[in-house]
């Protein structure tokens, strides 16, 4: 008798299953040294410390995509009905794990191959890309003689999956079983389904945690120094089921690259820069902080602060979400058709604040009291160059959790200040907070102080972290290096809003973005058209910055520039030129409204005034921009 016909029958199939998950790890495991070993050339700054953190997370993928492939066969082998016992329902759940997992295996030995065409895992976008190959199996079976190794390692590990394959079926004794028996056999398996679903789900979202959201090909960059080693943490399997029905960037061709780059180019050349300025930067991205919130005063210190800042009558958030944020704010790139994060072009190579800063020395952090690995900030963070990430890990003390989210804003701050305190200068660092969130609540000790007001709960958690703010501004001012500090602070999106005008298309995206320098050098209102994407270039304005970057934005202190702004919103295109709105779904400008006057867009003017064409021809280049630069892997050149 095999061991494992000794186990109690309903842990027999949980412990046969087990085993043979635990094989389907080693062949990852073996296909993601094998595609190192394979493709080293590519990684050439990869040390045994990199290896391991490497590794470390690929166990996080490997756990996805691995319950992904083995959804039909985990729901086989552990689902509470007589008939799995039976040899013929076992023989086929040998034959499902053996088939889908040997299709795994040979994607990743594929993509080891393909990467080196690529320098990316391959996506889903590989069945349009090669959907109407005539020659495909030519050029695979070309493929496979040349890389023959390759081909026998496959074969290999099939083998091993087929041989080292543990089969829980036993034959049934005659006679008749007791019903408490039977009765007690189910509840069990019933039991350890229910666990399996649970462990399951998990596993596809990287985690129990409730701030974890699903991961995606973004996450692999919490784990790397650089973004093309993310394709040693993936692997394939993952990487394609998790970007199937996601849609794919069509480049419009709206122009021919001569006339796309007259009409608009993200690149920045700084004339006549004078000498570089070695500001410490500071950027606060405030959670949920809309424009409104300032203007019907229910963020009193931020308000104070703004009268002696450089701020923007019409400023705007570049998406609607937390993930939206970082790339737009620190890195110039806005939320077109879905966030950065969650595309398959997550690992291209893009720069930010800190990563040009750190060209000039700087030292650089960010800063979010989230779990690590949260959002998928840490992953952003360190592939666009902020070295050291600050989570809720490196705070440790989590009698300052919010039980939810995050550290409290109030202490967390302090601790952003204390490790301010110690950074050399320059530095450059953000910090993303986290308080005023769902499910808006305040720390104990402050709920008879900050309670709910105005019609939504929300705003006692804007007056909290405005008081947070305050406390922080304290502490900082008294620091050495405060005077010498470029301060920004803006908010990722806005949240409920309140009032009329804050509820149109343009209102829902009204944020603000302050400009704050202690020695009053920046301070004033200005009417001007802001947007997220424009605080790169102004920051690297401000500091004459010499070197040529990308953003999607403008400086906002260059008098010769265009007024402008760009958002998409669910499908379509908002251009803000001027005084003037436009909307745009890909092919036409099917709305035009002056926002400056008519603040509640109710009246439509399009096809009604001079400035539609040119403005439909400036939303095109940027557009057309993007996309080209997105799907070339040109967002740093």
Same mark, same amino acid.
């Given at each position: 008798?095999?061991? $494992?016909? !000794? /186990?109690?029958?309903?842990?027999?199939?949980?412990?046969?299953?087990?085993?043979? @998950?635990? &094989?389907?790890? #080693? *062949?990852?495991?073996?296909?993601?040294?094998?595609?190192?070993?394979?493709?080293?050339?590519?990684?050439?700054?990869?040390?045994?410390?990199?290896?391991?953190?490497?590794?470390?997370?690929?166990?996080?993928?490997?756990?996805?995509?691995?319950?992904?492939?083995?959804?039909?066969?985990?729901?086989?082998?552990?689902?509470?009905?007589?008939?799995?016992?039976?040899?013929?329902?076992?023989?086929?759940?040998?034959?499902?794990?053996?088939?889908?997992?040997?299709?795994?295996?040979?994607?990743?030995?594929?993509?080891?191959?393909?990467?080196?065409?690529?320098?990316?895992?391959?996506?889903?976008?590989?069945?349009?890309?090669?959907?109407?190959?005539?020659? $495909?199996? !030519? /050029?695979?079976?070309?493929?496979?003689?040349?890389?023959?190794?390759?081909?026998? @390692?496959? &074969?290999?590990? #099939? *083998?091993?999956?087929?041989?080292?394959?543990?089969?829980?079926?036993?034959?049934?004794?005659?006679?008749?079983?007791?019903?408490?028996?039977?009765?007690?056999?189910?509840?069990?398996?019933?039991?350890?389904?229910?666990?399996?679903?649970?462990?399951?789900?998990?596993?596809?979202?990287?985690?129990?945690?409730?701030?974890?959201?699903?991961?995606?090909?973004?996450?692999?960059?919490?784990?790397?120094?650089?973004?093309?080693?993310?394709?040693?943490?993936?692997?394939?399997?993952?990487?394609?089921?998790?970007?199937?029905?996601?849609?794919?960037?069509?480049?419009?061709?709206?122009?021919?690259?001569?006339?796309?780059?007259?009409?608009?180019?993200?690149?920045?050349? !700084?004339?006549?820069?004078?000498?570089?300025?070695?500001?410490?930067?500071?950027?606060? @991205?405030?959670?949920?902080?809309?424009?409104?919130?300032?203007?019907?005063?229910?963020?009193?210190?931020?308000?104070?602060?703004?009268?002696?800042?450089?701020?923007?009558?019409?400023?705007?958030?570049?998406?609607?979400?937390?993930?939206?944020?970082?790339?737009?704010?620190?890195?110039?790139?806005?939320?077109?058709?879905?966030?950065?994060?969650?595309?398959?072009?997550?690992?291209?190579?893009?720069?930010?604040?800190?990563?040009?800063?750190?060209?000039?020395?700087?030292?650089?952090?960010?800063?979010?009291?989230?779990?690590?690995?949260?959002?998928?900030?840490?992953?952003?963070?360190?592939?666009?160059?902020?070295?050291?990430?600050?989570?809720?890990?490196?705070?440790?003390?989590?009698?300052?959790?919010?039980?939810?989210?995050?550290?409290?804003?109030?202490?967390?701050?302090?601790?952003?200040?204390?490790?301010?305190?110690?950074?050399?200068?320059?530095?450059?660092?953000?910090?993303?907070?986290?308080?005023?969130?769902?499910?808006?609540?305040?720390?104990?000790?402050?709920?008879?102080?900050?309670?709910?007001?105005?019609?939504?709960?929300?705003?006692?958690?804007?007056?909290?972290?405005?008081?947070?703010?305050?406390?922080?501004?304290?502490?900082?001012?008294?620091?050495?290096?405060?005077?010498?500090?470029?301060?920004?602070?803006?908010?990722?999106?806005?949240?409920?809003?309140?009032?009329?005008?804050?509820?149109?298309?343009?209102?829902?995206?009204?944020?603000?973005?302050?400009?704050?320098?202690?020695?009053?050098?920046?301070?004033?209102?200005?009417?001007?058209?802001?947007?997220?994407?424009?605080?790169?270039?102004?920051?690297?304005?401000?500091?004459?910055?010499?070197?040529?970057?990308?953003?999607?934005?403008?400086?906002?202190?260059?008098?010769?520039?265009?007024?402008?702004?760009?958002?998409?919103?669910?499908?379509?295109?908002?251009?803000?030129?001027?005084?003037?709105?436009?909307?745009?779904?890909?092919?036409?400008?099917?709305?035009?409204?002056?926002?400056?006057?008519?603040?509640?867009?109710?009246?439509?003017?399009?096809?009604?005034?001079?400035?539609?064409?040119?403005?439909?021809?400036?939303?095109?280049?940027?557009?057309?921009?993007?996309?080209?630069?997105?799907?070339?892997?040109?967002?740093?050149?």
């Amino acid at each position: 008798m095999k061991p $494992i016909e !000794k /186990i109690y029958s309903p842990l027999r199939y949980l412990a046969a299953t087990a085993i043979n @998950i635990a &094989v389907v790890y #080693i *062949a990852f495991m073996i296909c993601r040294v094998v595609f190192y070993i394979y493709n080293k050339a590519y990684f050439p700054d990869m040390g045994w410390d990199d290896f391991r953190t490497i590794f470390k997370g690929g166990l996080v993928f490997d756990t996805s995509g691995i319950v992904y492939v083995n959804l039909i066969y985990i729901a086989a082998m552990l689902v509470p009905l007589p008939w799995r016992e039976g040899k013929i329902w076992q023989k086929t759940a040998k034959w499902i794990f053996v088939i889908l997992n040997s299709a795994a295996v040979l994607a990743n030995l594929i993509d080891t191959v393909y990467f080196r065409y690529t320098n990316r895992r391959t996506t889903s976008s590989v069945f349009n890309e090669f959907g109407k190959e005539e020659n $495909i199996f !030519k /050029i695979i079976g070309g493929e496979i003689l040349q890389h023959y190794i390759l081909f026998f @390692i496959g &074969v290999a590990i #099939i *083998a091993g999956l087929w041989l080292l394959y543990v089969n829980p079926y036993s034959k049934s004794k005659k006679g008749k079983t007791p019903w408490k028996s039977i009765f007690l056999k189910y509840t069990v398996s019933s039991a350890v389904f229910a666990g399996a679903v649970i462990v399951c789900i998990a596993g596809i979202r990287g985690g129990f945690a409730h701030s974890t959201r699903p991961i995606t090909i973004g996450n692999a960059n919490q784990y790397v120094n650089r973004p093309i080693e993310t394709a040693v943490v993936l692997n394939t399997p993952f990487s394609v089921i998790r970007t199937i029905g996601k849609k794919v960037f069509q480049n419009p061709k709206y122009y021919t690259p001569e006339e796309l780059e007259k009409i608009y180019s993200p690149v920045h050349i !700084k004339k006549n820069t004078g000498e570089f300025r070695d500001l410490n930067v500071v950027v606060l @991205i405030i959670e949920s902080f809309s424009q409104e919130y300032m203007e019907y005063g229910y963020m009193p210190f931020l308000q104070s602060l703004r009268d002696k800042s450089l701020w923007f009558e019409h400023s705007f958030s570049n998406g609607r979400k937390s993930i939206d944020a970082m790339p737009s704010i620190l890195s110039g790139i806005p939320m077109f058709i879905e966030p950065y994060f969650v595309t398959h072009y997550a690992t291209n190579d893009v720069s930010s604040i800190a990563g040009e800063l750190k060209n000039k020395g700087y030292h650089t952090s960010f800063f979010h009291g989230a779990p690590n690995g949260s959002m998928g900030f840490q992953a952003f963070a360190r592939a666009t160059g902020w070295d050291e990430y600050y989570g809720k890990d490196e705070y440790d003390n989590d009698d300052d959790f919010d039980g939810m989210w995050a550290i409290w804003d109030e202490p967390f701050l302090q601790f952003f200040a204390d490790k301010l305190n110690e950074f050399d200068e320059p530095f450059a660092s953000a910090l993303f907070t986290a308080s005023s969130h769902h499910p808006f609540k305040v720390p104990e000790k402050y709920e008879s102080r900050f309670t709910d007001e105005g019609g939504h709960p929300i705003l006692k958690c804007i007056r909290y972290t405005d008081h947070a703010l305050q406390q922080f501004f304290e502490k900082a001012e008294k620091s050495s290096w405060f005077e010498n500090t470029l301060f920004v602070i803006t908010a990722d999106h806005t949240n409920a809003a309140l009032h009329e005008e804050f509820l149109t298309d343009a209102g829902l995206y009204r944020v603000p973005i302050i400009f704050y320098m202690p020695g009053g050098e920046l301070k004033g209102h200005s009417d001007k058209i802001a947007q997220q994407t424009d605080i790169m270039p102004t920051v690297l304005g401000i500091l004459n910055y010499d070197k040529p970057f990308v953003a999607f934005g403008k400086d906002l202190l260059d008098e010769g520039g265009k007024n402008w702004a760009i958002n998409y919103n669910n499908g379509f295109y908002q251009y803000f030129r001027d005084d003037y709105m436009l909307q745009f779904n890909g092919e036409n400008a099917f709305a035009m409204y002056n926002f400056a006057t008519d603040t509640l867009l109710k009246e439509n003017i399009v096809n009604e005034i001079a400035e539609q064409d040119m403005m439909t021809e400036e939303c095109k280049g940027i557009i057309q921009q993007y996309i080209e630069r997105m799907t070339e892997n040109r967002l740093k050149e």
